[in-house]
């Protein structure tokens, strides 16, 4: 994609989304909780995000979509610097995280990554007993003792509708469990360092439907007290689930609007032909 | 003024909540101390190779002010104290040939048995079979060598009516059972590596298995199976006491040169027999570690052969490789790699043929039946493309399970020997008591817990160490130059010769100390030795451990620290504790990086302190068969109880090693 389109649709995008956002409460309660601002990242010469600027709201669900590849997962990544990992990314740009750049040099990654949890594509428990898997997260805040630790555990596992399933058998192999319940599992183990943010990257792709919907209904009910962002191939679970939907294509931000707009009356013609399901 | 808000405008306000974020204070002491000691004790390794080499020149230096380094390396006698005479020919030739003869029985069996383990035994079997590999690279050298002196000389003497059987030929049939566990594993893994889509191509246009095998997947593992010959050689030519008891140790070139049934004597053998019946410093001595170095040389070239052929074969599966090549290539150039993987294909037949032409010749040494078997083969390579393929198909895999058949017999005979022979040795009293009459009589207590306190010490310094090492390997470094030195150096150290430890050993922990010979400097010899071997697997099991576990933990705010502490060390640790034991059994059997070191014969009371010397079961077994007339009952029981140890520690590793395949099966399907 040449870098003259490219500009050209970031600029669309910036005067549409001001327009959207004048009629929103100012400074001091502002309504996000994560923005980028003109967001590239690299991996060694290939540029998977091109001037991605986007506002997270704050308690909404928000879904990212489109085709694989187009960087959904990697923005999601960005927001908790999970790309860290590599040693072969450069990022340029800023994302606010409340108003802090969290791409400074002085950002201290731990810290950020407990107020912002991340839920992955192939559920990934630590193979250690579900009590421990859930307990993780608190023990690296030094929280070790048994006293403190049970509500901790109980709770995130009411919050991730697990605990029916698993209270007699806390001290069993997490790897014991069913793919859907290891994932709410994960979900659980997040939640249990109180974030505010959970990042949800393609969490149900590798479950069978019916563990699908227990998940979907279980974000339904995380948006009350936490901000998602979410995610995923599947169309149909963006309209379920999510109040706003980013439609992503080769790495650049194409449309970002509330869902109902964007599955309903998209106005880029790229969007359109995605949802229709011309291309994809 | 009232600000309007734009997507690009961002919201300067900052709640309370998460100002801590910019505090700097991330990393604890430590996490700080965590690298810099990791670091240290991986370049642990690259300090051992240089102290090595500087130490041997060192030694070796003034060694040709009384001889010429031409004398040396042209003199074809070797008489130091009979007639002062140090030249290295007689040595370096007993050493080409028994490692020549050694592969030439290994090889073409060597190979046969990885293709029968990697392509057509059933799971059961491919798992037994691997046992038995690994229990034959178990067995101690000094085991086999006091089973080749017992019974493979006799045989040699009495079917080629020969006056004594201590010859070449012993010794080069005694290397090659040593150097097929290498060749065969080696050779597995290259052959595994070939992906199963050739194979799949090849059967689903219509080819037998045998046409798949030998056009597809054996030109593909090609240059890894040639590593696994190479790397069998450096494991022939490294070994010591198994040569040492049954070349006959006479310093003699061959005549003629393919006269089989002459003793020689190989370089490492004169290391073992000479070093301790020299005075330090005198020219005997510098001259023997002129020839260490010789025998360092040899190895490193042979180490280095084998390392830039793996990579190649590593280079050739990276994609980004493959992709580089084609676009340097035209497609004009298609003809002539076509005709280059031709001719490859040629020179291994042909390699293949002669070097069993060649071992015909040896083995029989009888120009007839040679001719017959040349003249046999002749007709095979002429009309083999007229054989219908059913008719190849069923020639080769009968070859195949021949040669499985002899690893198979092989082991058979020599567990069998010790086994029998051992059995009525066996008693309490044999196991419990000291020895008396030289070790004729009484027993061999001193040497069990002396063998079970060198290994025990060594495993105490070296996993620590390897631990630490493996895990900077695998966690804290990028690949760069240091890197990859730090890397070739565990490779040379894995590669070196049990007698190149123990002499290093001997200089460093016995002479430069003055402790002379004692316990503790056995175990840090051991621990050196077993060094690379705990790297390694601690490293392959901490890579295996897989990323999303990792970055999980990352996404709950851990440290790197806490997530090495946390999940990757613990994964890893039925990995390491593999190894170590793998590690354990190797310390277990070796007789030379001890004998300078550590033990002595014949010892009346336990050590009672690291600084006093010990006894332990391969040296005892050693000098029981080779220096005591009339040691013979006693050796047996040694022997017995050497070989339960290491089957005892083998059988472990297997049993850790399956729990862990299992448990990564179960992990795998379920996620």
Redesign the interface.
Same mark, same amino acid.
């Given at each position: 994609m040449s870098i003259v389109k490219s500009k050209k649709i970031s600029e669309i995008?910036?005067e549409k989304?001001?327009k959207y956002? &004048?009629s929103?409460p +100012?400074?001091?309660d /502002?309504p996000?909780i994560i *923005?980028s %601002?003109?967001l590239n990242l690299w991996y060694d010469e290939t540029q998977a995000l091109i001037n991605v /600027?986007?506002?997270i709201y704050k308690n909404k669900v928000t879904a990212l979509i489109g085709p694989s590849g187009c960087g959904k997962s990697t923005l999601i990544r960005c927001f908790?610097r @999970?790309n860290d990992?590599y040693?072969n990314v450069d990022i340029t740009g800023?994302i606010?995280?409340?108003?802090?750049n #969290?791409l400074?040099k %002085?950002? *201290?990654?731990? %810290?950020?990554? &407990? &107020?912002i949890? @991340?839920i992955?594509q %192939? $559920?990934?428990?630590? $193979? @250690?007993t579900i009590y421990d898997n859930v307990a993780?997260?608190p023990r #690296?805040?030094k929280i070790n003792r048994k006293c403190n630790l049970d509500p901790i555990v109980e709770k995130s596992l009411k919050k991730a509708a697990l605990w029916d399933e698993v209270k007699d058998r806390l001290d069993d192999s997490a +790897?014991?469990l /069913?793919?859907g319940q290891?994932q709410r599992l994960?979900i659980a183990?997040?939640l249990a360092?109180e974030p505010d943010v959970l990042l949800m990257d393609e969490p149900t792709s /590798?479950l069978d439907p019916i563990a699908t919907a227990k998940i979907e209904n279980l974000i339904n009910e995380l948006k009350k007290k936490y901000t998602v962002i979410i995610v995923t191939h599947n169309m149909q679970q963006a309209t379920r689930i999510s109040d706003y939907t980013g439609f992503m294509y080769l790495g650049e931000l194409i449309e970002f609007d509330s869902t109902e707009q964007i599955f309903q009356k998209p106005k880029q013609d790229l969007t359109k032909r995605y949802i229709g399901g011309r291309f994809g | 003024m009232v600000k309007t808000m734009s997507a690009t405008t961002v919201i300067k306000n900052k709640p309370s909540s998460i100002l801590d974020l910019e505090l700097k204070s991330e990393k604890s002491f430590t996490e700080k101390m965590v690298k810099p000691i990791l670091f240290f004790s991986a370049t642990f390794s690259i300090i051992i190779v240089f102290f090595q080499i500087f130490f041997f020149f060192q030694q070796a230096s003034g060694a040709f002010a009384e001889v010429s380094l031409w004398d040396f390396i042209t003199g074809t006698s070797w008489r130091p104290v009979e007639q002062q005479t140090y030249g290295a020919v007689p040595l370096i030739v007993g050493t080409f040939v028994t490692t020549l003869g050694a592969m030439i029985i290994t090889v073409p069996i060597g190979i046969l048995t990885a293709i029968y383990i990697a392509e057509l035994a059933p799971r059961k079997l491919k798992k037994i079979l691997k046992f038995i590999v690994e229990l034959l690279s178990g067995i101690p050298s000094v085991v086999y060598g006091y089973f080749g002196l017992i019974v493979l000389t006799n045989w040699i003497r009495i079917i080629f009516d020969r006056p004594t059987g201590q010859s070449w030929l012993a010794g080069s049939i005694i290397l090659s059972i040593m150097a097929l566990p290498t060749v065969i594993s080696v050779s597995v893994n290259a052959l595994n590596a070939v992906p199963v889509e050739y194979k799949e191509a090849a059967l689903g246009m219509g080819a037998n298995r045998w046409e798949a095998i030998s056009k597809v997947i054996l030109p593909s593992a090609f240059s890894g199976i040639t590593t696994a010959i190479i790397l069998g050689t450096g494991r022939a030519i490294g070994e010591t006491m198994a040569v040492l008891m049954v070349t006959g140790n006479t310093t003699i070139i061959p005549s003629p040169i393919t006269n089989i049934f002459s003793p020689v004597r190989t370089i490492t053998a004169a290391l073992g027999i000479e070093i301790p019946e020299t005075a330090i410093g005198g020219t005997h001595y510098t001259m023997l570690f002129a020839l260490v170095i010789v025998l360092y040389v040899i190895i490193i070239v042979i180490n280095s052969i084998a390392e830039f052929l793996s990579n190649k074969f590593n280079k050739k599966r990276d994609p980004k490789y493959l992709r580089k090549k084609k676009k340097k290539k035209p497609i004009l150039s298609l003809q002539k790699s076509k005709i280059i993987s031709r001719l490859n294909k040629k020179i291994f037949y042909s390699i293949f043929l002669h070097i069993f032409v060649f071992g015909l010749l040896l083995s029989w040494s009888n120009i007839w039946l040679a001719l017959i078997g040349t003249i046999i083969l002749f007709l095979i390579i002429k009309f083999y493309k007229r054989i219908p393929n059913k008719v190849q198909e069923k020639i080769a895999f009968g070859l195949i399970f021949s040669a499985v058949l002899m690893v198979f017999t092989t082991l058979i005979i020599v567990i069998g020997f010790v086994i029998i022979k051992g059995i009525p040795v066996i008693s309490w009293k044999f196991l419990l008591s000291y020895p008396r009459d030289l070790g004729r009589d009484g027993g061999i207590f001193p040497a069990i817990v002396g063998s079970l306190y060198l290994v025990g010490g060594a495993v105490l310094f070296a996993v620590p160490l390897g631990i630490a090492s493996g895990l900077y390997l695998a966690e804290y470094t990028k690949p760069n130059k240091f890197n990859r030195l730090i890397r070739m150096s565990i490779d040379n150290l894995n590669g070196t010769p049990s007698i190149v430890f123990g002499l290093f050993g001997f200089i460093v922990f016995c002479i430069l100390t003055g402790w002379g010979k004692t316990l503790l400097a056995g175990q840090l010899t051991l621990a050196l030795m077993i060094l690379p071997t705990i790297i390694r697997t601690t490293e392959q099991s901490i890579l295996s451990v897989p990323l999303d576990i990792r970055e999980g933990s990352y996404a709950l705010g851990a440290n790197k620290w806490y997530t090495v502490k946390k999940i990757v060390i613990p994964s890893a640790i039925p990995g390491i504790i593999t190894g170590t034991i793998l590690g354990m059994g190797r310390a277990i059997g070796e007789t030379a990086p001890i004998m300078f070191t550590a033990v002595v014969f014949n010892l009346r009371r336990l050590p009672n302190s690291p600084l006093s010397p010990v006894m332990a079961l391969p040296y005892h077994l050693f000098l029981l068969s080779t220096t005591v007339p009339g040691g013979q009952e006693n050796a047996y029981g040694t022997a017995l109880v050497l070989f339960v140890l290491v089957l005892i520690l083998y059988g472990m590793a297997t049993l850790f090693q399956s729990k862990i395949e299992k448990h990564s099966e179960k992990h795998f399907i379920l996620r």
């Amino acid at each position: 994609m040449s870098i003259v389109k490219s500009k050209k649709i970031s600029e669309i995008y910036t005067e549409k989304s001001g327009k959207y956002i &004048k009629s929103q409460p +100012i400074i001091g309660d /502002s309504p996000f909780i994560i *923005q980028s %601002k003109e967001l590239n990242l690299w991996y060694d010469e290939t540029q998977a995000l091109i001037n991605v /600027s986007l506002n997270i709201y704050k308690n909404k669900v928000t879904a990212l979509i489109g085709p694989s590849g187009c960087g959904k997962s990697t923005l999601i990544r960005c927001f908790n610097r @999970m790309n860290d990992v590599y040693d072969n990314v450069d990022i340029t740009g800023e994302i606010f995280y409340s108003g802090l750049n #969290i791409l400074g040099k %002085k950002i *201290q990654v731990t %810290k950020l990554r &407990k &107020k912002i949890g @991340m839920i992955f594509q %192939k $559920p990934n428990p630590f $193979p @250690m007993t579900i009590y421990d898997n859930v307990a993780y997260g608190p023990r #690296i805040q030094k929280i070790n003792r048994k006293c403190n630790l049970d509500p901790i555990v109980e709770k995130s596992l009411k919050k991730a509708a697990l605990w029916d399933e698993v209270k007699d058998r806390l001290d069993d192999s997490a +790897i014991s469990l /069913s793919g859907g319940q290891q994932q709410r599992l994960c979900i659980a183990r997040a939640l249990a360092i109180e974030p505010d943010v959970l990042l949800m990257d393609e969490p149900t792709s /590798s479950l069978d439907p019916i563990a699908t919907a227990k998940i979907e209904n279980l974000i339904n009910e995380l948006k009350k007290k936490y901000t998602v962002i979410i995610v995923t191939h599947n169309m149909q679970q963006a309209t379920r689930i999510s109040d706003y939907t980013g439609f992503m294509y080769l790495g650049e931000l194409i449309e970002f609007d509330s869902t109902e707009q964007i599955f309903q009356k998209p106005k880029q013609d790229l969007t359109k032909r995605y949802i229709g399901g011309r291309f994809g | 003024m009232v600000k309007t808000m734009s997507a690009t405008t961002v919201i300067k306000n900052k709640p309370s909540s998460i100002l801590d974020l910019e505090l700097k204070s991330e990393k604890s002491f430590t996490e700080k101390m965590v690298k810099p000691i990791l670091f240290f004790s991986a370049t642990f390794s690259i300090i051992i190779v240089f102290f090595q080499i500087f130490f041997f020149f060192q030694q070796a230096s003034g060694a040709f002010a009384e001889v010429s380094l031409w004398d040396f390396i042209t003199g074809t006698s070797w008489r130091p104290v009979e007639q002062q005479t140090y030249g290295a020919v007689p040595l370096i030739v007993g050493t080409f040939v028994t490692t020549l003869g050694a592969m030439i029985i290994t090889v073409p069996i060597g190979i046969l048995t990885a293709i029968y383990i990697a392509e057509l035994a059933p799971r059961k079997l491919k798992k037994i079979l691997k046992f038995i590999v690994e229990l034959l690279s178990g067995i101690p050298s000094v085991v086999y060598g006091y089973f080749g002196l017992i019974v493979l000389t006799n045989w040699i003497r009495i079917i080629f009516d020969r006056p004594t059987g201590q010859s070449w030929l012993a010794g080069s049939i005694i290397l090659s059972i040593m150097a097929l566990p290498t060749v065969i594993s080696v050779s597995v893994n290259a052959l595994n590596a070939v992906p199963v889509e050739y194979k799949e191509a090849a059967l689903g246009m219509g080819a037998n298995r045998w046409e798949a095998i030998s056009k597809v997947i054996l030109p593909s593992a090609f240059s890894g199976i040639t590593t696994a010959i190479i790397l069998g050689t450096g494991r022939a030519i490294g070994e010591t006491m198994a040569v040492l008891m049954v070349t006959g140790n006479t310093t003699i070139i061959p005549s003629p040169i393919t006269n089989i049934f002459s003793p020689v004597r190989t370089i490492t053998a004169a290391l073992g027999i000479e070093i301790p019946e020299t005075a330090i410093g005198g020219t005997h001595y510098t001259m023997l570690f002129a020839l260490v170095i010789v025998l360092y040389v040899i190895i490193i070239v042979i180490n280095s052969i084998a390392e830039f052929l793996s990579n190649k074969f590593n280079k050739k599966r990276d994609p980004k490789y493959l992709r580089k090549k084609k676009k340097k290539k035209p497609i004009l150039s298609l003809q002539k790699s076509k005709i280059i993987s031709r001719l490859n294909k040629k020179i291994f037949y042909s390699i293949f043929l002669h070097i069993f032409v060649f071992g015909l010749l040896l083995s029989w040494s009888n120009i007839w039946l040679a001719l017959i078997g040349t003249i046999i083969l002749f007709l095979i390579i002429k009309f083999y493309k007229r054989i219908p393929n059913k008719v190849q198909e069923k020639i080769a895999f009968g070859l195949i399970f021949s040669a499985v058949l002899m690893v198979f017999t092989t082991l058979i005979i020599v567990i069998g020997f010790v086994i029998i022979k051992g059995i009525p040795v066996i008693s309490w009293k044999f196991l419990l008591s000291y020895p008396r009459d030289l070790g004729r009589d009484g027993g061999i207590f001193p040497a069990i817990v002396g063998s079970l306190y060198l290994v025990g010490g060594a495993v105490l310094f070296a996993v620590p160490l390897g631990i630490a090492s493996g895990l900077y390997l695998a966690e804290y470094t990028k690949p760069n130059k240091f890197n990859r030195l730090i890397r070739m150096s565990i490779d040379n150290l894995n590669g070196t010769p049990s007698i190149v430890f123990g002499l290093f050993g001997f200089i460093v922990f016995c002479i430069l100390t003055g402790w002379g010979k004692t316990l503790l400097a056995g175990q840090l010899t051991l621990a050196l030795m077993i060094l690379p071997t705990i790297i390694r697997t601690t490293e392959q099991s901490i890579l295996s451990v897989p990323l999303d576990i990792r970055e999980g933990s990352y996404a709950l705010g851990a440290n790197k620290w806490y997530t090495v502490k946390k999940i990757v060390i613990p994964s890893a640790i039925p990995g390491i504790i593999t190894g170590t034991i793998l590690g354990m059994g190797r310390a277990i059997g070796e007789t030379a990086p001890i004998m300078f070191t550590a033990v002595v014969f014949n010892l009346r009371r336990l050590p009672n302190s690291p600084l006093s010397p010990v006894m332990a079961l391969p040296y005892h077994l050693f000098l029981l068969s080779t220096t005591v007339p009339g040691g013979q009952e006693n050796a047996y029981g040694t022997a017995l109880v050497l070989f339960v140890l290491v089957l005892i520690l083998y059988g472990m590793a297997t049993l850790f090693q399956s729990k862990i395949e299992k448990h990564s099966e179960k992990h795998f399907i379920l996620r």
